[in-house]
Structures are given as structure tokens and as C-alpha cells.
């Protein structure tokens, strides 16, 4: 059972768009949401997290919004470039976990034409 | 500064062979370990963690196991290989008093 669903599994997007990944969740236990960015044949890279006491985080091009009500977080690229091209995954994680187990969505593969 | 490597990066072993593929981390004490699989399309699939030294949980059955004989390697071992073992291997870790994991580069492993 997959416990965080990510949406699309492809995005293409021209230069300066903004591409937006979308997740969502059914376990109200979550209580830490991290991005992932993935370069082929790389181990993921912690891109930007999110916890649910806000709204909304950024870190330079990126943007993660969240709606704690609708159980949902999406990314948000501002002004993509050809580097971006890369898989993104989200994920989340379970308050209090000792072990710190993250459950990951199934990523997104977006590629930014120039 | 905290490193985690992980070897080798590509790997192509024969059906029925055996594996190992190993990861160590440099920097910190005590981390949590991990080991991941990613397939086409299904994201990352946790296979084992460990919280400390010969302490190991598997998520999922399968052909593989795992091994902490040190404080900061973790070992991926199998005694005979399938094909369905392809696939790419991804070690993690996470310092117990932090939220973020990070991953090493991962090892590509064909089974022919």
C-alpha cells in the first residue's frame, strides 16, 4: 500500500516554467515532508522539507506548499532550467519515529526543455 | 563533515552468484542505516535498517540480507543471486537526533 501518492510520474516543461509535483497522504501520523531530487544514476539528494505548523517554505527556485486539511504538499519550481531535469521524490515521515523511516512517493520525472 | 560511500557503483553478477555490496559512513556516531532498492517507476523501496551494531530489520522478505558489524558499515549480502535482484541499491543513514537522511550515490546491480 503505497502511503504517500505523487503525481505526475512525467512533466515536461519549456525554460522558465514552473513545473508543480503534487502529494498527498492518508496518515494524519506524518509530520515531516521532505523533497528529494534524483540525478541519473545518483543516490537522491534532500532538496527541501516541510513540516505541517506552516504553510509554505522556500529555498531559493523551490517553493513546497502544503495543505494540512486536504493532506496534500506539492513543489513548486520557479523559473526551471535545463539542470532541473532530474526525478523528484516526495516523501513523509511519521511523528516520533525513532527509527526515521521515510515512505516515499513514486517520483516524478520532469524534464525543462531550454 | 559527514560523507556516506558506497561501493561499487555498477556491478554485473551471474545468476547464482554471490553478492555484496557495502557502505560506510564517515563523520558521525551511531547513525541509523539503511538500505533502499529502486526500481523503474516504484520509488524507493526500504529493505533493511539498522538502529545499532548486529541490529537488523528487514522490511520485506527476499533473497537478500543485511549485516552492521561496525558502528558505521552496513553490508548488502546474498548467497545466490536471481535476476530479480537487478536493479539500483541505495544506502542511507540519519544521525539520531536530526530529521534529514541522506543517500549515498548507489550501486547498479545486472544479474544475467
Known amino acids: 500500500q503505497q502511503q504517500v501518492k505523487q503525481s505526475p510520474q512525467s512533466l515536461i516543461v519549456q525554460k522558465g516554467g514552473i513545473p508543480i509535483i503534487n502529494c498527498a497522504y492518508e496518515?494524519?501520523?506524518?509530520?515531516?515532508f521532505p523533497w528529494y531530487q534524483q540525478f541519473p544514476g545518483k543516490g537522491p539528494a534532500l532538496l527541501i522539507a516541510i513540516r505541517p505548523d506552516v504553510s509554505e517554505k522556500k529555498e531559493g527556485r523551490f517553493t513546497i506548499s502544503f495543505n494540512k486539511s486536504a493532506k496534500q504538499f506539492s513543489l513548486h519550481i520557479m523559473d526551471s532550467q535545463p539542470g532541473d531535469s532530474a526525478t523528484y521524490f516526495c516523501?513523509?515521515?511519521?511523528?516520533?519515529?525513532?527509527?526515521?523511516?521515510?515512505?516515499f512517493g513514486r517520483g516524478t520525472q520532469l524534464t525543462v526543455w531550454p | 563533515s559527514q560523507t556516506i560511500h558506497q561501493w561499487p557503483a555498477t556491478l554485473v553478477q551471474p545468476v547464482g552468484s554471490p553478492l555484496s555490496l557495502e557502505c560506510t559512513v564517515e563523520?558521525?556516531?551511531?547513525?541509523?542505516l539503511y538500505w533502499y532498492r529502486q526500481a523503474a517507476g516504484r520509488g524507493l523501496q526500504l529493505l533493511f535498517y539498522?538502529?545499532?551494531?548486529?541490529?537488523i530489520s528487514s522490511e520485506v522478505p527476499q533473497n537478500l540480507s543485511a549485516s552492521r558489524p561496525q558502528d558505521r558499515q552496513f553490508i548488502l549480502s546474498s548467497k545466490k543471486l536471481l535476476l530479480s535482484d537487478s536493479g539500483f541499491y541505495l544506502c542511507a543513514w540519519k544521525d539520531r537526533g536530526n530529521t534529514e537522511a541522506f543517500f549515498g550515490q548507489g550501486t547498479r546491480l545486472t544479474v544475467v
Open positions: 563523520g558521525t556516531s551511531n547513525p541509523n
Open positions: 539498522s538502529v545499532g551494531i548486529g541490529q
Open positions: 516523501a513523509a515521515r511519521k511523528r516520533g519515529s525513532t527509527l526515521g523511516r521515510l515512505y
Open positions: 496518515n494524519t501520523a506524518f509530520d515531516y
